[in-house]
């Protein structure tokens, strides 16, 4: 099954995600499938800053519709722009779609210890296309400035651009409008921006915050601090042999004193996907908030916050082809609204005053400080090229590679695959017997091919395993069945060797 099928609400209520009484009865209760509200009537984020603000244009620039010399168009214009045949989804074979990518991608065109370069550290963070590098350091070159704030032309075009990557953002997610954006550092700020805001206005002692077995330390760590501040009681979704989340106890663990059910879409170790409706119908069902982790989802297939129903959902750029220390917050309105700020300062006022302040609307209330514009900006053009190549191609050409990988490690004497999860996406972990995973790494990058070894920040899950740490291969985009050989080759001669 597609992962984006099964991470969606069910068309068929009697489908083999959905079969249990339990899930029926979480799909009764919770009334009705999320329905999708229309775009916002709310227009004024969109208007250029200097119409907003009456300020002159001088050099004739519009946010969204620059002009460039045929050489800047050419620069940027990624190869998937270049050939109509690759526009969107559009592609004549699935697996030609990474090696077309990969000329896209400027690091990728090196060599490694003598090598062609392998990138098969996707879920740590990805490489990014020519179009973002560009895009930022246009920005820094021509447009740099702090935003909302200074009445002059580059403070415009700064803020005109990231407000424009703000709608690029909903628009990519699913959001109901830009201002339920919230731009932060990565994934593990927002969650950590949640447990303290949602924590404080919403969790009193004796509360209960439900996560599962398959969470990276990012949706783990900031719940137990949440516990530990508030009195709340940390509960766990366990996961069975074979890595899938145990459904059957999702209304063991998730009970009438549940407030927070905050549940990854894809467990970044092991590459399971949850299928995050029935999750979030069973804790909508007993009145919690559900929040999704959306690190190793958004890069993969299609994701709409909406269909999903997520209070909160949480995604790195920089997994996504865009820049680090740049990331998102999805809330609902009414959530976002009713929340207190987490950080005070600059940007996020209305009026200061020594007895009191009161705070500026949604996003402005959590976007304390001068953010990372930059990476704002890069971040709408990664989401803008992924959106080019087709997010339900990468999906399918991710899914061929992903099959083909499993054989091909499968094939592999002493080699043994951790978990075998019903659907997977973008990560496989396996251990090799005889071989520490930090050399089989070391191994594989003498031969330019990069992946992780560790723990993978999922030491839970890697406990119910019995390991401490695994070797990870994860796809992207850009990788082809040609990588996935070469890494089948140089592990075979690893274990020969032994
Ligand atoms: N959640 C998951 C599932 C992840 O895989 C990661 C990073 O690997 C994170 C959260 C944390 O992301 P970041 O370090 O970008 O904040």
């Given at each position: 099954m597609a992962a984006s099928d099964y991470a969606r609400p069910p068309k068929?209520?009697?489908?083999?995600?959905?079969?249990?009484?339990?899930?029926?009865?979480?799909?009764?209760?919770?009334?009705?499938?999320?329905t999708k509200a229309g775009p916002s009537t709310e227009r004024s984020q969109e208007l250029p800053y200097?119409?907003?603000?009456?300020?002159?244009?001088?050099?004739?620039?519009?946010?969204?519709?620059?002009?460039?010399?045929?050489?800047?168009?050419?620069?940027?214009?990624?190869?998937?722009?270049?050939?109509?045949?690759?526009?969107?989804?559009?592609?004549?074979?699935?697996?030609?779609?990474?090696?077309?990518?990969?000329?896209d991608f400027p690091a990728l065109a090196q060599r490694v210890n003598g090598h062609r370069l392998i990138w098969l550290d996707?879920?740590?963070?990805?490489?990014?296309?020519?179009?973002?590098?560009?895009?930022?350091?246009?920005?820094?070159?021509?447009?740099?400035?702090?935003?909302?704030?200074?009445?002059?032309?580059?403070?415009?075009?700064?803020?005109?651009?990231?407000?424009?990557?703000?709608s690029v953002v909903a628009r990519f997610l699913g959001s109901q409008s830009p201002e339920q954006i919230v731009f932060v550092r990565g994934t593990t700020e927002a969650i950590n921006l949640i447990a303290h805001s949602a924590g404080q206005r919403f969790i009193t002692e004796g509360d209960e915050i439900v996560v599962t077995e398959l969470e990276h330390h990012s949706n783990i760590v900031p719940w137990q601090l949440l516990c530990e501040r508030s009195g709340a009681v940390l509960k766990v979704l366990p996961v069975d042999d074979?890595?899938?989340?145990?459904?059957?106890?999702?209304?063991?663990?998730?009970?009438?004193?549940?407030?927070?059910?905050?549940?990854?879409?894809?467990?970044?170790?092991?590459?399971?996907?949850?299928?995050?409706?029935?999750?979030?119908?069973?804790?909508?069902?007993?009145?919690?908030?559900?929040?999704?982790?959306?690190?190793?989802?958004?890069?993969h297939f299609p994701v709409d916050v909406t269909e999903l129903d997520a209070d909160f959902y949480a995604f790195s750029g920089h997994k996504v082809y865009g820049p680090t220390g740049?990331?998102?917050?999805?809330?609902?309105?009414?959530?976002?609204?009713?929340?207190p700020p987490w950080h005070g300062g600059g940007s996020m006022i209305n009026q200061v005053t020594f007895e009191r302040t009161t705070?500026?609307?949604?996003?402005?209330?959590?976007?304390?400080?001068?953010?990372?514009?930059?990476?704002?900006?890069?971040?709408?053009?990664?989401?803008?090229?992924?959106?080019?190549?087709?997010?339900?191609?990468?999906?399918?050409?991710?899914?061929?590679?992903?099959?083909?990988?499993?054989?091909?490690?499968?094939?592999?004497?002493?080699?043994?695959?951790?978990?075998?999860?019903?659907?997977?996406?973008g990560s496989v972990s396996f251990v090799v017997d005889g071989f520490e995973p930090a050399r089989v790494a070391a191994h594989l990058d003498r031969h330019g091919i990069a992946v992780r070894a560790g723990h993978h920040c999922a030491q839970p899950l890697l406990r119910h395993f019995g390991l401490v740490a695994t070797v990870r291969p994860s796809l992207g985009l850009y990788n082809c069945l040609e990588d996935v050989e070469t890494l089948g080759a140089c592990l075979r001669r690893l274990v020969r060797s032994s």
């Open positions: 068929n209520p009697d489908s083999e995600i959905w079969s249990a009484a339990a899930l029926s009865e979480a799909v009764r209760r919770a009334g009705k499938e999320a200097f119409q907003r603000y009456g300020i002159e244009n001088e050099r004739g620039w519009e946010s969204s519709d620059r002009t460039s010399s045929p050489l800047e168009v050419q620069q940027r214009q990624p190869y998937f722009l270049e050939s109509s045949s690759l526009r969107g989804e559009a592609h004549p074979s699935t697996t030609s779609l990474g090696i077309q990518a990969r000329r996707n879920a740590a963070t990805t490489q990014k296309p020519r179009v973002v590098i560009n895009k930022v350091h246009r920005f820094y070159e021509t447009d740099n400035s702090n935003i909302h704030r200074a009445a002059h032309t580059l403070a415009a075009r700064a803020t005109d651009a990231y407000e424009h990557a703000r074979r890595g899938n989340l145990r459904l059957d106890a999702l209304y063991r663990v998730i009970g009438g004193r549940t407030k927070i059910v905050a549940v990854t879409q894809v467990a970044n170790s092991i590459g399971t996907v949850v299928p995050v409706c029935a999750v979030s119908a069973a804790a909508h069902s007993v009145g919690a908030l559900v929040v999704v982790d959306g690190a190793q989802s958004a890069a740049i990331g998102v917050l999805y809330g609902k309105r009414n959530l976002l609204e009713t929340m705070y500026a609307q949604i996003p402005a209330k959590f976007e304390a400080g001068t953010g990372h514009i930059a990476g704002a900006v890069g971040l709408a053009a990664a989401l803008e090229y992924v959106d080019h190549v087709g997010r339900s191609a990468i999906e399918r050409h991710e899914h061929v590679l992903m099959e083909h990988l499993l054989e091909t490690l499968e094939a592999i004497p002493l080699l043994r695959i951790v978990a075998n999860p019903d659907v997977r996406a």
